[in-house]
């Protein structure tokens, strides 16, 4: 052998093999048998063949790719162009661009507004889980733009002028006046430095303005401390007016085509969201039409809040779906010890159990949905108004740990940036604490129902259609009852409390939904556990094979 030759031969150091491949090509509505359950219950049939296709673009790896390339390439702002003048721009990726683009071509932002068909919130709900797990920061704006809709409408002339565009199915990047573009976005300008979620606490000022447009004009001074996606074409705003707290529509650019008076200070340097970028702004004489009546900017919101609430609900479901399924997906191709992970026990109890987390989040999520889709009747609007907070504070806060769990399952690969479980893992939290952390939800429940107790008779009444099927619930729901029979220290149990209507509600709707294998998993694990445990520490005897396989990117 030459010199040559034998340093060639040692060029090879070793042959990779069993390494996962990446998880591509699949359909992600046909594999998710949690959501595909949903949506027949709800009446969602109607959209089976849309879903089916949507399921297949979101499991193309070129659609995979650009949720990469979004948060490798986080946004970046420029103040000034190159001769000093004020521009406030953001510039992003074109991958970021490209999902928005898919986004809103399909409605995700306004479909339920535009054709209120029967179960519209329901199949727009499917379709953006389904899209959420392509990447989550772009999100941010599609919700806003979807959320805002009803509060747009308290003013009509604003609404006749705005909503045509808001809700068209196509989405306008560049960066000029309103007047100018056939596609709008709205974005959301709520929380400052000194009050957070305590927006009454806001001090930003509005002065009124002579106007004979048909709209109340005003001036805002004063900041914002978390404004996301700030090339938005405008942005909803809490400011205090003469007659109190009221609601704004703040444009970016003024009908003149002006710049409007609003300025971005910088961009939130955050541990997850990256390709979402979140902004500091002041306002220096910004005009902003009013939304509603003066001093109820609170009242104006209500319903945008719910609704983002509800979103923050779909995503973070989304993000334990697309959770479950890197970490089935591995452990199915992976070797360890002698055997294939998906086959060892342990890793079965721990695969299984992630599952069953999402089988509860899709439950309530879609049971949210198809209340949204009859809040013309009452007793679904009530159930509405205490769901968005039981299921923000719940299913929002188990998806860290939720994410860290399936993270682990791929084991060091799981926490580098070349695989998804560790953008999963960063962005995880932002749900939970954006929108109202939980603290906010919980309290927000007792507010409610002491403001209207036949909500919680309503939540009640829905339990009730369970009754009898398992006494296992019957007892949780009993002492659920008693739980709030008991007045004293409500505040400091509240936590307590919204766990309790969670997991009872989770549990109904599971067993509602007709599959034996996860109702009883769920009702033995998360109701008759005796007591809080870890992921993968569920009771003996339970069906796992049919969890597992319902968790499989690849079932049918």
């Not at 790896?61 to 702002?77: C, D, K, Q, S, V």
């Not at 259609?465 to 002492?479: E, F, I, T, Y």
């Not at 769920?522 to 520490?537: E, K, Q, S, V």
Request: glycine share 8%; with cysteine; net charge negative.
């Amino acid at each position: 052998m030459s010199e040559a030759e034998s340093l060639s031969s040692q060029t090879s150091t070793h042959t990779v093999f069993n390494q996962t491949p990446p998880l591509t090509g699949h359909n992600l509505y046909a594999g998710d048998g949690a959501l595909r359950d949903a949506v027949t219950m709800y009446g969602g049939h109607w959209a089976e063949e849309d879903l089916q296709r949507y399921g297949e673009i979101c499991g193309r790896p070129e659609m995979i790719e650009r949720g990469f390339l979004a948060n490798a390439f986080p946004p970046e702002f420029d103040s000034h162009d190159r001769n000093g003048n004020r521009i406030d721009l953001v510039r992003y990726h074109p991958a970021y661009h490209q999902l928005m683009q898919l986004a809103l071509s399909e409605g995700l932002h306004s479909a339920p507004w535009v054709d209120p068909k029967p179960g519209a919130h329901l199949v727009r709900a499917a379709k953006y889980y389904l899209h959420s797990q392509l990447e989550s920061g772009h999100g941010c704006p599609v919700t806003m733009t979807f959320a805002a809709v009803p509060t747009l409408r308290l003013n009509p002339h604003l609404a006749a002028e705005w909503l045509p565009k808001v809700t068209a199915r196509g989405y306008d990047a560049s960066n000029r006046p309103y007047g100018d573009k056939a596609a709008l976005t709205i974005g959301m300008g709520m929380t400052e430095k000194q009050g957070g979620s305590d927006v009454r606490a806001n001090t930003s000022s509005a002065i009124p303005l002579p106007d004979n447009s048909g709209n109340r004009v005003f001036e805002l001074v004063g900041h914002k401390w978390f404004m996301s996606a700030p090339m938005c074409d405008a942005f909803l705003m809490l400011a205090q007016a003469p007659g109190g707290l009221s609601c704004f529509l703040v444009p970016r650019w003024r009908a003149d085509g002006s710049k409007n008076a609003l300025q971005i200070q910088r961009l939130k340097n955050k541990s997850g969201n990256r390709s979402n970028a979140s902004s500091e702004v002041e306002m220096h004489g910004a005009l902003g039409w009013l939304i509603g009546d003066e001093g109820r900017g609170v009242n104006a919101i209500i319903e945008m809040v719910a609704t983002t609430r509800f979103d923050c609900m779909v995503g973070s479901s989304a993000a334990q779906r697309q959770a479950v399924i890197q970490a089935i997906h591995h452990a199915a191709h992976r070797r360890a010890f002698g055997r294939q992970l998906i086959d060892q026990p342990l890793m079965q109890n721990v695969l299984a159990d992630l599952q069953l987390e999402v089988e509860g989040s899709v439950a309530l999520t879609m049971r949210m949905a198809h209340a949204l889709d009859h809040r013309d009747q009452e007793s679904q609007r009530l159930l509405l108004r205490l769901g968005a907070a039981v299921g923000k504070y719940w299913i929002c806060k188990r998806t860290p740990h939720h994410a860290y769990e399936a993270m682990e399952c791929l084991g060091g690969n799981g926490v580098v940036e070349d695989f998804i479980t560790a953008r999963l893992y960063r962005d995880a939290p932002i749900n939970a604490i954006w929108e109202g952390s939980g603290n906010i939800q919980a309290l927000d429940l007792l507010r409610a129902i002491g403001k209207t107790p036949s909500a919680l008779v309503a939540w009640y009444d829905e339990l009730d259609n369970s009754a009898g099927a398992d006494p296992r619930l019957d007892r949780a729901v009993a002492d659920l009852k008693n739980q709030f029979a008991d007045l004293q220290e409500m505040e400091y149990r509240a936590r307590y409390l919204v766990e309790r209507m969670a997991l009872t509600m989770q549990a109904h709707l599971l067993v509602q939904s007709g599959n034996s294998a996860v109702a009883e998993a769920f009702i033995a694990a998360r109701l008759d556990a005796g007591g809080a445990h870890g992921t993968g520490c569920l009771p003996r005897g339970l069906d796992l094979a049919t969890l597992i396989e319902r968790g499989n990117p690849h079932s049918t």
